[in-house]
């Protein structure tokens, strides 16, 4: 059994970067522990938050600018990867609706079995056993059988 779809293709996955009005940037001191001065007075976390999606990232490391970058790459990794999630739920929701069936035994128009010289169309629920004249472009021999399609 053969089935073929041509469908556009959906947009590729690009990193777009983040806008920086639609980000909360919070820095804060690391979770209490012992580590000394640096963890528990400096604030070098970084708690970033996509305020469109609600999507944050928290990083916790000695230097504020990395964990900043850091929580920029995560972040910008996680909205496109959610936004392509949504565009592909989208495309794949299309393609299951409209335009392409499941390639069962339901969504066949006809079967063609070269074998037994036969052309069975399941729509109209009519068969024949003349294959070389339909597919010479006398459709009319499918009426004119009397066989019946029974599957």
């Given at each position: 059994?053969?089935?073929?779809?041509?469908?556009?293709?959906?947009?590729?996955?690009?990193?777009?970067?983040?806008?920086?009005?639609?980000?909360?940037?919070?820095?804060?001191?690391?979770?209490?522990?012992?580590?000394?001065?640096?963890?528990?007075?400096?604030?070098?976390?970084?708690?970033?938050?996509?305020?469109?999606?609600?999507?944050?990232?928290?990083?916790?490391?000695?230097?504020?600018?990395?964990?900043?970058?850091?929580?920029?790459?995560?972040?910008?990794?996680?909205?496109?990867?959610?936004?392509?999630?949504?565009?592909?739920?989208v495309?794949?929701?299309?393609?299951?609706?409209?335009?392409?069936?499941?390639?069962?035994?339901?969504?066949?128009?006809r079967?063609?079995?070269?074998?037994?010289?036969r052309?069975?169309?399941?729509?109209?629920?009519?068969?024949?056993?003349?294959?070389?004249?339909?597919?010479?472009?006398?459709?009319?021999?499918?009426?004119?059988?009397?066989?019946?399609?029974?599957?």
């Open positions: 059994m053969i089935s073929v779809a041509v469908l556009p293709l959906p947009p590729a996955d690009r990193f777009e970067p983040l806008q920086e009005k639609d980000l909360e940037i919070i820095c804060q001191t690391g979770k209490q522990k012992a580590g000394g001065q640096n963890c528990n007075k400096v604030s070098s976390a970084v708690r970033m938050r996509h305020q469109p999606t609600g999507l944050s990232v928290f990083i916790n490391g000695r230097d504020q600018g990395q964990n900043k970058k850091e929580a920029l790459r995560i972040l910008t990794a996680k909205v496109n990867a959610s936004r392509s999630q949504a565009v592909r739920a495309y794949d929701e299309h393609r299951k609706t409209t335009l392409v069936g499941s390639s069962c035994r339901g969504t066949k128009r079967t063609y079995n070269f074998i037994l010289s052309v069975a169309d399941h729509e109209l629920g009519l068969k024949t056993r003349n294959i070389k004249e339909f597919f010479k472009g006398n459709f009319a021999v499918l009426f004119e059988s009397t066989e019946r399609d029974e599957e």
